[in-house]
């Protein structure tokens, strides 16, 4: 899974993605970005054509954006990337955003977590062909 | 006139994307479609050509940006904006600062000295090294043209007890003398850093490069197998038990001794194979560290390594630094009159072309450099090595010519800075540079000097 994450999620410094990565190994790339307003349709289609069976991005709770709105843009970014995909094939789940609660924070590693066992049912994708050759 | 010393650099191209200081965000929504864009207008051309790595997701209008920020203040509806990466300030930690991994990763691509502090607006001085300022005096009167000049400016420096006199015989005729020097052409001796994905390649690299340098490359007992045999008159091996002398390479002209049991023995023993051999001892940077080295003088040993920690403090104490170390055993030896018998070499935590002069000022005549070798190979002190995760730029991948051009390219560009250094002090030999303390203000002294009889500021009292 490729996972994109805004900065201003709790517990998402370099010491706590480090921890991640050793507990997860392969199964997770961590890409930190200075705002999840960054986040374009590309990187996540990229990410799923490359290497990743799914592709997840984490923002900051809305009203909160360090740059006013880039969590909202987020958001319309993902819908458009959900029907791309569909429109290719694949299932809508692939791809997904999930915003961080203001009343109840959760770290990165407990989110990952929540997102891996929602992603679980859908198995390899069928964009990377079979194992051992794309 | 010997000819001189030059450092040949070429542009060795990096592996890998480097994190940058700060990304664009770029919101497309809302845009006014005016009929020439800030895009367009990017002196750059930085929009023109737009590309994503996606394995490392990094862009190219991150990388092209020279932050210029003409696009950010120039759209009218306010859609760009720039952030700082929060991957690039997370990179190594206080001492190595992200600022000065780019900056070494910089001059490791070219051998080229990248500009910085214009528009600086402070601190002015800071720990460690920091708190010394150099004197720059001369720099009104450069040499007639430049550092590769004319003039000459030599960096050599010599690794051995000098003699202390010179002995006639009954024909006024010069007798020999038992002292053995060694001569490196700049005080930069090459060292294996403490962590780091390192291969055998990246182990031949560093020997390469020590060869074309001219200097010597410390390698620990453990790694001295993996480099080939034609590379031992470059090597400086370092041996922590008496038994692993054994694997001694063939050809090596000076050996590092970091144990305490059996010393005298050892030295006796690599004496007796091969007195041509220097050898030096290696301390830690821990209390009585002076007190060591007089006694070390006191009986013989011709060469000192002072050995602070990674971050160039001492191991028992984080508020000292490397630079205090070294001016405790340069002053003691002083005192007792045994400076000149002794070569005193300093590692830990030199960081930055300036710690060359800095730590040579203080009173050492060379240092031994280890990390800024690792992030000339792009490393980012991220240290996931340690915890065994994967290393985000496969330096244990990396060709063995590939690593030797990197590092040659980073030690060309402090060559060159430390004959900028020079130059600017009217200094035109390191071996004169070596506790020149006349040649820098330390902002500890002047500080001290300047308020001490001001008396004591009364906190919370507010001026009307």
Redesign the interface.
Known sequence: MALFYCQNVPESREADRQALEEACGETMALFPMPCSGRVEPVHLLRALEEFADAAYVITCPQGACRNFEGNSRAMKRMERTKSIIESIGLERERVGLIVCSKENPKSLAALAQEILEDISSLGPSPALGPVGGN | MPSKYVIHTETVLRRFQPLIQ??I?A???GCLKCPVCVKKKCVYSVYDHRG?N??Q?VESIDNECMNCLRCVQGCPNELI?K?????FA??GDEHWTPNIIASLWAQSDSGKIPVSGAGYPGPFSGPGFDAIWTDMSEIVRPTRDGIHGREYISTAVDLGRTPAHLVFDAESGLLEDDSLLMNIPLPIILKVPAFGAISEKTLVGWAEAAKRLGTLFTVPEDMLKAIPADYGRWLFPSFSTASALEGLPDGCRMVELAFEDGLSEAIKRIKDFDPSILVSKKIPMVEGMADRAESLVASGVSIIHLEADFQGRRHDDPGTFLKDGIRSIHLKLVDAGTRDNVTLLASGGISMAEHVAKSIICGSDGVLVDFPMLIALECRM?R?CE???SCPVDIQDASAEWTAGRVINLVGAWHNQLLEVMGAMGIRDARRLRGEVGRAMFFDQLDRETFENMGAVVEECELE
């Open positions: 700060s990304g965000i919101w497309e929504e994503l996606a394995r997701m904006h952030s700082i990466n929060p991957e997370a990179m991220c996931r915890k065994g995760l």
